[in-house]
């Protein structure tokens, strides 16, 4: 016989297998929490060695392009070096063939048979005396001191026995006739007139050098005591201050020519005669001297300051041709 069973027998033991899973389910989701809360820790670990190995590894780039940019930086300091040391050894090549050329064209005027012994010598004389004389007529027009530096050539040039050079004596010849024909330096000359037209003149005025009519009437005798009548061409400074102003600036009109006539310079000269001109006439206005005066004038106009020859030089120039240079 089958007795009934009571459900309220089986209660207690379903309610504490119920706490029981809530247990585990607790203690499950601790340790997922306890699991998740570790994981988040070792993320972060690792997030931090990360970030920590990406600094590391940053400088260490940084350190490594320093160390690149002063490397670049000394080596181009080398190229600058090695580039101003070969420009220099350049020049120095170039100088040492400037050098050898010059070696060479000396061996080879050596080995000319021209410049043996004594006539090398005596040409090479000969043509310093040349060049200096060529030198003082173009740079001072001196023709005195070419003359006498050709002067001078001319016994060297005639003890050289080559007929090469017989065309050479020739030429000589007829450039010191051309320089000669020039005459003394126009210098001397126009400085002795430029002296005999400044000198002797008279501090006082001039008298007139109108007479009186023998016969003349009682007014006219008695309109001369009054108003005196002078021509004006004869007019000219008649106080004593008018006529020391007069004369210091003819001086000074002097000293002007003078240097315009140590300097050649035929221009200057001939503005300062015309400002000698002018007081010229009006100190010795009516004076017989001013006519002895205008003639030393024209002849100081006339002269050349600056002597030429077109002949000059030319001795020179053939004697380098026949020498090659």
Request: aromatic share 2%; hydrophobic share 45%; no cysteine.
């Amino acid at each position: 016989m089958n007795l009934p069973v009571d459900a309220t027998a089986n209660t207690p033991p379903r309610r504490a297998r119920t706490g029981g899973v809530l247990l585990l389910l607790a203690l499950l989701a601790l340790a997922l929490g306890a699991g998740g809360w570790y994981g988040w820790r070792q993320w972060q670990a690792g997030e931090a060695r990360a970030q920590t190995l990406a600094e590391q590894q940053r400088d260490a780039l940084t350190s490594r392009l320093d160390a690149l940019k002063d490397a670049q930086r000394r080596q181009a300091e080398r190229l600058q070096q090695a580039e101003a040391t070969n420009r220099v050894l350049r020049d120095e090549l170039l100088g040492l063939g400037q050098r050898a050329a010059a070696v060479e064209d000396s061996v080879s005027k050596l080995a000319d048979p021209d410049r043996h012994g004594a006539q090398a010598l005596r040409l090479d004389e000969v043509e310093l005396l040349l060049a200096i004389g060529q030198q003082r007529l173009r740079l001072d027009d001196d023709a005195d001191g070419a003359l006498r530096a050709l002067a001078l050539a001319a016994p060297l040039l005639a003890g050289i026995d080559d007929p090469a050079y017989l065309n050479l004596r020739q030429t000589l010849a007829q450039e010191q006739a051309a320089l000669d024909a020039l005459g003394p330096d126009p210098r001397v000359r126009a400085n002795a007139l430029l002296d005999r037209l400044v000198a002797d003149i008279p501090a006082d005025a001039p008298a007139a050098s109108a007479a009186r009519a023998p016969q003349t009437s009682w007014y006219a005798r008695l309109l001369e005591r009054i108003v005196r009548v002078q021509p004006t061409a004869s007019a000219g400074l008649r106080q004593r201050a008018d006529r020391d102003a007069a004369l210091a600036a003819l001086q000074i009109e002097a000293s002007l020519a003078r240097a315009a006539i140590e300097r050649r310079d035929d221009a200057g000269l001939r503005r300062a005669l015309a400002r000698i001109d002018g007081w010229l006439q009006r100190l010795l206005a009516g004076s017989t001297q001013l006519q002895e005066r205008q003639r030393l004038l024209a002849q100081l106009r006339g002269i050349a300051l600056q002597p030429s020859s077109p002949l000059a030089g030319s001795t020179l120039a053939q004697l380098r041709a026949l020498r090659g240079g």
